[in-house]
């Protein structure tokens, strides 16, 4: 039987068949030895073959084969730093929800979630939510990093969850897809599914007052078919983006407006760090480059890990 993987836990994983029928299923002990250094061979969006077998009263799916994916979002794994978690499969495009406060949302963890995205040439929404919160100062950053990253080419869209404002605008654009939502706990993605699908009754959770942070209400990345034609992803809240299986000469085609630049460098190879005559370097004393992104960009080039309470 054929089918794709709607919730994975670790250990068990929901499979919807090409019927529309939905089957637990595990997977083969051969998945477990085939030198997988990610953390969960199968993902949430994978298309799978499983057989069903017959376990006391209950018929159980094993999985025996993973079609091959069209792209995937991965990072480094939480606990083991030699492995990757990947987080989901088969997107046609990902939702990242930004929030400037309760919790903040840096420019770096953006920043390292569109160069991966761009890696495996998923496009990225930028959603930035709760703008019913935030005062004038607030407001005029949001418009700041709005401009930024639409004139480097990513959608944005400013919107609130919670009051319903714009969410018909995201309708529109999941309309026919497979979405995920991707974002720090307590940004808004579980509250933002249930302004969607309110049949849904996704649990969300109160921002924690004493670190700002949000609580992780979703536990595990799950898929939901909406009732406009649409699938979404929801994923658990990220802390860090540790970006993965890229060497340093190609981070920075990753950036679409380095790229743009590149073949203006002197040199083929420019890493757009101290090289004479750097296209990148010159933009960005220019100031046709945001800073910010030039100092992900370092951060990513010399391997610093992202931390998401660094200052911007």
């Known amino acids: 039987m054929n089918g794709t993987v709607y919730k994975s836990t670790g250990s068990w994983y929901t499979v919807k068949s090409t019927d529309g029928a939905?089957?637990?299923?595990?997977?083969?002990?051969k998945f477990r030895t085939q030198n997988i250094k990610s953390t969960n061979p199968v993902a949430v969006g994978d298309h799978v073959e499983f057989e069903l077998e017959n376990v006391g009263d209950e018929t159980v799916g094993v999985i025996s084969e993973i079609g091959e994916r069209k792209n995937y979002i991965i990072r480094k794994s939480v606990k083991l730093s030699k492995q990757t978690h990947i987080i989901a499969s088969n997107l046609d495009q990902v939702f990242l929800l930004v929030t400037l406060n309760n919790p903040m949302t840096f420019t770096s963890f953006i920043d390292r979630f569109l160069v991966t995205a761009e890696a495996y040439d998923i496009p990225v929404i930028l959603l930035f939510n709760k703008m019913d919160t935030y005062s004038p100062d607030e407001k005029a950053e949001v418009a700041y990093l709005v401009d930024l990253y639409t004139h480097i080419g990513y959608p944005c869209i400013q919107m609130e969850a919670k009051t319903g404002k714009n969410v018909d605008k995201v309708k529109e654009l999941m309309t026919g897809k497979t979405s995920m939502f991707a974002g720090h706990s307590g940004v808004g993605k579980s509250t933002l599914v249930n302004a969607l699908e309110p049949g849904l009754h996704l649990k969300t959770a109160e921002i924690s007052e004493q670190h700002l942070q949000g609580q992780h209400t979703t536990t595990f990345a799950e898929m939901?078919?909406?009732?406009?034609?649409?699938?979404?992803?929801?994923?658990?809240?990220?802390?860090?983006?540790?970006?993965?299986?890229?060497?340093?000469?190609?981070?920075?085609?990753?950036?679409?407006?380095?790229f743009e630049l590149k073949s203006q460098c002197k040199f083929n190879n420019c890493l757009h760090l101290d090289e004479p005559k750097c296209a990148v370097k010159e933009a960005l004393e220019n100031e046709e480059i945001a800073w910010s992104r030039y100092r992900s960009y370092v951060q990513m080039l010399t391997g610093e890990e992202d931390n998401p309470y660094r200052e911007r």
């Not at 939905?22 to 002990?29: L, P, Q, S, T, V």
């Not at 078919?225 to 190609?250: C, H, Q, S, W, Y």
């Open 22 to 29: 939905f089957y637990e299923c595990r997977i083969k002990g």
């Open 224 to 258: 939901y078919d909406l009732n406009f034609d649409a699938r979404i992803i929801d994923t658990p809240g990220i802390k860090g983006f540790g970006i993965v299986d890229m060497e340093k000469d190609e981070i920075g085609d990753y950036f679409p407006e380095f």
